[in-house]
């Protein structure tokens, strides 16, 4: 938990797909922190959603949550995440689509299961979820006392928006994808006033990539790919979450913020090329 609470998203109501671990649990808690009421959306591990819910609600800097189990890339789940939200809080101020997966094949291994999968959850599951939000956000008009905007969303991407990766193509392949939807939805809905922005995660400290930080060898071939020498931490994308989703970053639209110690500026040219 944060150390120096406020009140920037009081009064809000976010829901954070996948937030019962890693990155989207560190962002329940950061939201949580800073006044709003969260949507715990979970798709197997009720145990740890259950006990965030309860942590928030013990906790006085926080709005109340609840947590919600639903499939992302199922349109029936998505509706339901929405109305739970809806019927609890009154309306939904701020999306985190965060819930993704990997299933890294060789390309010439990959079946189509394994591409469609991680399509559906990574990319399908940001349609849905953002459609929701939006669908909700026209239906309620802007809330001037909480916020300048008509609603926040913020997409889960990745460096592999732009860094391509073998060995993980369907991965790459949906991270890439979820920069043309953002803009089009800024480009599309701006008017009305809504914010729209992707966070693309470098390397950080969750189950996904566990395999490439649970040995001091893995780690230090990891930091060779990044120029501040440390990996991320969920805590680093949950502060930068609070603060897209805040009255803070009001002219930021339609952008991809990386946060990566550097990773994106390809540290392999330091003594080559
Ligand atoms: P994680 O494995 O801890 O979290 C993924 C979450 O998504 C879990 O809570 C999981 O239950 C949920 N999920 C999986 N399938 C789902 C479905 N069908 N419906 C609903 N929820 C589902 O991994 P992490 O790292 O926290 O990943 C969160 C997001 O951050 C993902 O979109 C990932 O691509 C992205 N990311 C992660 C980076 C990293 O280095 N850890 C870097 C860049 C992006
Ligand atoms: C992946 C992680 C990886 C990171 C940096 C993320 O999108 O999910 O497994 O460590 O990118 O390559």
Redesign the pocket.
């Known amino acids: 938990m944060y150390q120096k609470p406020n009140e920037r998203l009081k009064g809000q109501t976010a829901i954070v797909?996948?937030?019962?671990?890693?990155?989207?649990k560190a962002v329940c808690e950061a939201l949580a922190v800073d006044g709003a009421n969260v949507v715990v959306?979970?798709?197997?591990?009720s145990e740890t959603a259950d006990e965030m819910v309860e942590q928030f609600m013990n906790d006085e800097r926080s709005g109340d949550a609840i947590a919600v189990q639903?499939?992302?890339?199922k349109e029936e789940d998505v509706k339901n995440l929405f109305s739970e939200a809806i019927s609890r809080f009154g309306t939904v101020d701020i999306l985190v689509a965060?819930?993704?997966?990997?299933i890294d094949r060789k390309f010439h291994e990959m079946s189509l299961e394994d591409w469609q999968r991680v399509i559906d959850?990574?990319l399908t599951?940001q349609f849905l979820c953002a459609k929701e939000a939006i669908i909700e956000f026209l239906r309620r008009g802007i809330r001037e006392d909480v916020s300048k905007a008509l609603g926040k969303i913020i997409h889960?991407?990745?460096?592999?928006e732009i860094i391509p990766w073998a060995g993980h193509a369907n991965?790459a392949a949906s991270?890439g994808a979820i920069v043309m939807l953002m803009q089009s939805l800024c480009q599309e809905y701006g008017p009305q006033k809504l914010r729209v922005n992707s966070i693309?995660?470098?390397?950080?400290?969750?189950?996904?990539?566990k395999e490439a930080w649970s040995t001091p060898q893995a780690l230090d071939k990891l930091n060779e790919l990044i120029p501040y020498k440390r990996i991320?931490q969920?805590s680093d994308v949950g502060s930068l979450a609070v603060w897209l989703a805040s009255d803070e970053s009001d002219y930021v639209n339609g952008t991809t913020i990386f946060i990566d110690g550097g990773m994106t500026c390809y540290p392999g040219f330091t003594e080559n090329g």
């Open positions: 797909t996948g937030g019962s671990s890693g990155i989207g959306n979970y798709y197997k591990d639903a499939d992302v890339s965060n819930a993704g997966i990997q959850v990574n599951g889960m991407s990745s460096v592999h991965y991270k693309a995660p470098g390397a950080i400290q969750t189950p996904i990539n991320g969920p």
